[in-house]
């Protein structure tokens, strides 16, 4: 990998909404009567926050590094499989610069949630909450996720080479 001083990557992610599971979002748990489906606790927004930091540096993607057909991932907490991508983002040479996320959800809303969220995630990743943006949207009822069969995230990561 050449040596930059900026590296930009994205991340997606999206699960199904069913019956029996708990709804684990940016780490923490919000009371609903559905919660998402996955080999892991299915949180979409921890998830595309690690493929996001995982293309800034072009490493594979979280579905390479914690497949869904490993039982050691089975029903894995997102915080903890967030903390190894970080020091792999650490032992590359890199710091996160700021987040940028959306949420889309139908239901539940998730505006209330969003500095508990910031209060989690800030000190896993060494940021303040000011630098991490997480944002609730609506699919206006269109597709699944109008529909309220599913829940989105996107995510955007700035990192920057240590010392540069």
């Known amino acids: 990998m050449a040596e930059q001083k900026l590296r930009v990557g994205i991340g997606y992610d ?8 708990e709804l684990i979002i940016g780490g923490i748990k919000i009371p ?23 293309g800034a540096l072009a490493m ?13 991932f089975k029903d894995a907490n997102s915080i903890l499989l967030l903390k190894r991508v970080y020091d ?6 890199y710091w996160i610069s700021n987040i940028d996320t959306n949420i889309i959800a139908q239901a539940p809303k998730m505006m209330p949630y969003i500095a508990e ?3 989690v995630l800030a000190p896993i990743l060494g940021l303040d909450e000011t630098d991490i943006s997480i944002k609730a949207k609506t699919k206006e009822q ?15 990561v700035l990192l920057e080479r240590i010392g540069a």
Do not use: C, N, W
């Open 32 to 54: 609903y009567e559905k919660g998402l489906e996955g080999h892991s606790d299915a949180d979409v927004l921890i998830h595309a926050i690690i493929d996001a930091l995982l």
């Open 142 to 156: 269109l597709d699944a996720v109008g529909e309220m069969l599913a829940i989105e995230a996107q995510a955007v």
């Open 14 to 21: 999206i699960h199904k909404l069913v019956e029996g599971r």
């Open 88 to 93: 792999k983002i650490q032992m590359a040479g």
């Open 60 to 72: 594979d993607d979280i579905g390479t590094l914690f497949p869904d057909t490993d039982d050691r």
């Open 117 to 119: 969220m910031k209060e």
